[in-house]
């Protein structure tokens, strides 16, 4: 069963740089598309970007200049990293998988399962 | 990019249908058959449910459909039970600058 874990600070400065890591377990990262979401009171669910396990990736435009998404296929991990943070970042950190489309058999990018547990980053002084 | 525009809050009694809409703009659900629902327990992460418009994952009951109208994407709840009371997403492509959209989200109570 394919598990993900995120990790990384709690607690972030404003105009720091937010970095996470989420492991994936029972599973390789290879092949599959890897995302992040960030979830907040404010904004809903927020798509950020994706990584393939080649490291081609993407991501929403209006976090484009300060989002970096890279991947670790030795470590079966990828990471994000948001620069600049404001108390607007502060949010739940979701990574999560994009689904093998068996009807198609296409790796898809958007269709999100599983998901980590999320975890909830805070900016503050 | 502004996110899709759902319901704050839709309801029912058990065996009911409800019906969840997602609006957006011809540059995204209007454009494309790529439009998911997620579902959300408090204290969880979502749950995928319907993807491509009418597409259900296995495992999910065939009590979820999906259907597309123009720019407005339905969610229906069939005989509506305790454990549908959640919150649900849509999400959709939004093409090759925006790329995904999420929508804001309706809660569903089981009255």
């Known amino acids: 069963q394919v598990q993900l874990q995120e990790s990384g600070p709690g607690l972030v400065k404003p105009s720091e740089t937010l970095s996470l890591t989420c492991t994936v377990s029972g599973a390789s990262i290879s092949n599959y598309y890897w995302s992040w979401i960030r979830q907040s009171p404010e904004k809903g669910l927020e798509w950020i970007g994706y990584i393939s396990d080649s490291g081609s990736t993407n991501c929403n435009p209006s976090l484009k200049s300060r989002v970096t998404i890279s991947v670790d296929t030795s470590k079966n991990q990828f990471s994000l990293k948001l620069s600049s943070v404001t108390a607007a970042d502060t949010a739940l950190y979701y990574c999560a998988r994009g689904s093998y489309d068996i009807l198609t058999g296409n790796y898809r990018i958007d269709l999100f399962d599983p998901w980590g547990q999320g975890i909830l980053v805070t900016v503050s002084s | 990019q502004s996110a899709l525009t759902q319901p704050r809050s839709v309801s029912g009694s058990p065996g009911q249908s409800v019906t969840i809409s997602c609006t957006g703009t011809s540059s995204d659900v209007g454009g494309y058959n790529y439009v998911s629902w997620y579902q959300q327990h408090p204290g969880k992460a979502p749950k995928l449910m319907i993807y491509d418009v009418n597409k259900r994952p296995s495992g999910v009951p065939d009590r979820f459909s999906g259907s597309k109208s123009g720019n407005t994407a339905s969610l229906t709840i069939s005989g509506l039970q305790a454990e549908d009371e959640a919150d649900y997403y849509c999400?959709?492509?939004?093409?090759?600058?925006?790329?995904?959209?999420f929508g804001t989200g309706t809660n569903v109570t089981v009255l």
């Open positions: 999400f959709s492509y939004a093409g090759s600058f925006t790329l995904y959209v």
